[in-house]
């Protein structure tokens, strides 16, 4: 497996699998040509050096993974750096692979390597398999999360 940072021409790939999940198929768009805001929105993750939007290839150059970890800067704990994990996405068919074990492993040496002394995450509740999955990696629900969406 090959973890590189995305470029605009993974994007349609991206938002495929976004899109090919139980949450993600109501929410995203994969017309073609995309939706300018997903351009819009990877021009400024891409420009930000406190984010990376990474893809997973195999052996094949097929993209069948993505993750996207923000380093996020605190005062508190000494003034440490996180690491946030989000948007962790498994092509179906290269599910229950260890794939994601693989990838979290990444993610969290890359956060060790950024500097960062916390990785944290969400997971929605409607995935208990993916929490479960976060448990076994050793990842604590110490936090509620909580959200306000805005229409």
């Not at 704990?77 to 989000?86: S, V």
């Not at 976060?134 to 110490?142: I, P």
Request: hydrophobic residues 40%; glycine residues 6%; charged residues 30%.
């Amino acid at each position: 497996m090959i973890f590189r940072k995305a470029t605009e021409q993974d994007l349609a790939a991206i938002v495929e699998l976004m899109a090919d999940d139980m949450l993600g198929k109501d929410r995203e768009n994969v017309q073609n040509p995309l939706p300018i805001a997903y351009l819009k929105a990877f021009e400024r993750i891409n420009s930000d050096e406190n984010q990376e939007l990474i893809v997973v290839e195999n052996e094949n150059s097929e993209i069948i993974g993505t993750l996207q970890i923000t380093y996020i800067q605190y005062l508190n704990y000494c003034g440490t750096l996180r690491a946030q994990i989000e948007s962790v996405i498994i092509r179906k068919d290269q599910r229950g692979l260890g794939i994601g074990k693989k990838m979290f492993e990444w993610a969290i040496q890359r956060a060790k390597d950024k500097g960062a002394k916390i990785v944290q995450l969400t997971s929605d509740k409607q995935r208990p398999r993916a929490i479960k999955f976060y448990e076994d990696l050793g990842f604590k629900a110490t936090h509620e999360g909580m959200k306000l969406h805005f229409k």
